[in-house]
């Protein structure tokens, strides 16, 4: 519908000043310099799936820091006027902006790299433990598995994550 407006109303004529005259606006919303920019930014940002109302807000906020610095000799803007983290994550996560890189998804990220691997290690800790009572095989299974890897010259790293192993070892234990 979108390109069907474009074409037979702001793109009927040549002169997008021509075209403010297929509306009433007493605003002035759809004079011919509005209409050409409208009909601009709709090519340039189609891809986007979310209101045209908001993208342009949404681009400059993503740019803050090279905005700001570009203009740091000539204008102080005040942070009000950008969308802030929790917006973005709001738009990101309401409108489901699709990257056009090879990046994953979060969902599959958070999924694939944090939520299997984490599992599997649970797992493997429980099956290796005999019983789910005893907090000290608990921790002597969390301990091989974390250190299997670790340069045992490195003594400051392996009391750390022995000390981490001990503490959570208690979060492991089934009382009978």
């Known amino acids: 519908m979108l390109y069907v407006l474009i074409d037979k109303i702001f793109l009927k004529s040549s002169n997008p000043d021509d075209s403010s005259k297929n509306f009433i606006d007493p605003r002035g919303r759809y004079i011919g310099k509005n209409i050409a920019l409208r009909v601009l930014e709709l090519f340039i940002f189609q891809e986007f799936n979310y209101s045209d109302d908001i993208w342009p807000e949404l681009l400059i906020s993503l740019n803050i820091d090279f905005i700001k610095k570009e203009l740091k000799d000539k204008v102080n803007i005040p942070d009000k006027y950008f969308y802030d983290d929790k917006d973005l994550t709001r738009f990101y996560t309401t409108y489901n902006l699709q990257s056009f890189d090879s990046a994953s998804y979060f969902e599959e990220w958070l999924i694939k790299e944090n939520i299997i691997p984490l599992n599997d290690f649970i ?35 392996l009391n750390e994550i022995e000390f981490v192993c001990e503490r959570i070892s208690q979060f492991w234990v089934v009382k009978k």
């Open 123 to 157: 797992v493997h800790i429980r099956n290796s433990v005999k019983d789910l009572s005893n907090k000290n095989e608990i921790y002597k299974q969390l301990a091989s598995f974390m250190l299997k890897n670790i340069d045992p010259k490195d003594k400051k790293l």
